[in-house]
């Protein structure tokens, strides 16, 4: 039997023709010298640019590079969790197509995943609003006050403590990934949150760690995708209420 990748990268793909290329040779460049071996599964979400073909093209030239093609639009929310629960490796991380956050911060996931740090953590993710993190450039004013309202809520409704849900670089334990992802129902945008929240209901460990953050000035989250991650907090809190997941305290 063929051993299991110590690491899966899941990277959700919608028309990133200018981008994937790029990110996926960067990926590659850091963890050719991994002492682990790791696999990159993109998922193609019904791009109308020559997205999935390139990734095609790369596939003899990168190390366990995979391609999910979706030949039509299904959501964020959906092909996040096809990769995860595609995926094969003992870690499980997503990331931006447009490698805003660099792979390369996953060694520094992988003490508090292992537990050499003192506690073992089930969940690690990247956030840009705790101490040690770094916005390349700052994002304009406006939009982090948006996402600082909108954590504010998340916060109070879910998440107590967390500072940044919305950072696209998260790492789950292959325990979690198949015990969570395959129950998730958000398509869209408040993935994150949903995952993170079921998560925190299963009483699985959250670490949050600084991440150097490199805006790309071609984010597709505008006002009305903040107004729909809000909108599906209340959805995800009414559901956890009222155990429309089928979550039970003895499930771990």
């Known amino acids: 039997m063929e051993n299991k990748p110590y690491l899966s990268v899941i990277i959700p793909a919608w028309n990133e023709a200018d981008a994937i290329a790029d990110t996926l040779a960067d990926i590659d460049k850091h963890l050719q010298s991994a002492d682990f071996d790791y696999e990159i599964v993109v998922v193609n979400d019904g791009s109308s640019d020559n997205t999935a073909d390139i990734v095609q093209k790369l596939e003899p030239a990168i190390k366990g590079l995979r391609l999910l093609d979706n030949k039509i639009n299904k959501g964020k929310g959906k092909v996040v969790r096809q ?85 696209g670089f998260k790492c789950f334990s292959e325990e979690v990934a198949e015990k969570v992802f395959p129950i998730m129902r958000i398509n869209r945008w408040a993935i994150d ?17 600084p991440v150097t953050w490199v805006n790309r000035f071609k984010s597709r989250v505008g006002l009305r995708n903040y107004l729909g991650v809000l909108r599906d907090v209340l959805k995800i809190r009414f559901w956890l209420w009222t155990d429309s997941y089928k979550i039970k305290k003895s499930s771990r």
Request: contains cysteine.
């Open 193 to 209: 949150v949903e995952a993170l929240s079921l998560a925190k209901a299963m009483k699985y460990g959250i670490k949050e760690i």
């Open 83 to 167: 990769g995860m629960l595609d995926a094969k490796g003992k870690f499980r991380l997503f990331t931006d197509a447009d490698n805003s956050t660099s792979v390369d911060h996953f060694f520094k996931m992988i003490p508090y995943l292992e537990g050499s740090e003192g506690k073992k953590y089930d969940v690690v993710i990247g956030s840009r609003d705790i101490k040690g993190a770094k916005l390349v450039p700052p994002q304009p004013f406006y939009r982090r006050a948006l996402g600082n309202i909108g954590n504010i809520i998340i916060q109070i409704f879910l998440l107590p403590g967390l500072k940044d849900t919305q950072c």
